[in-house]
């Protein structure tokens, strides 16, 4: 098992006890930095969070950790 496998299971460990404060933490350092822009770049930052989302509930082969 290499260093990445190791690392994998502890995010998805992570993802599967913590989905909902971790999708929390995504929307709110998205909000941030659409404040910082001044809302010019709202939607692809939206774009960007919600990849982050599903790729993160994605780690264990199911979409049932985050929202």
């Known amino acids: 098992m290499g260093v990445f496998d190791n690392m994998k299971d502890k995010l998805t460990g992570a993802v599967d006890d913590h989905g909902d404060k971790i999708s929390d933490g995504l929307d709110k350092a998205g ?3 659409d404040e910082k822009t001044g809302g010019k770049y709202g939607d692809k930052i ?3 969070t ?3 989302k599903d790729r993160l509930d994605a780690l264990d082969g199911q979409d049932d950790d985050i929202s």
């Open 50 to 52: 919600d990849q982050a």
């Open 31 to 33: 909000d941030a930095v």
């Open 46 to 48: 939206d774009q960007g």
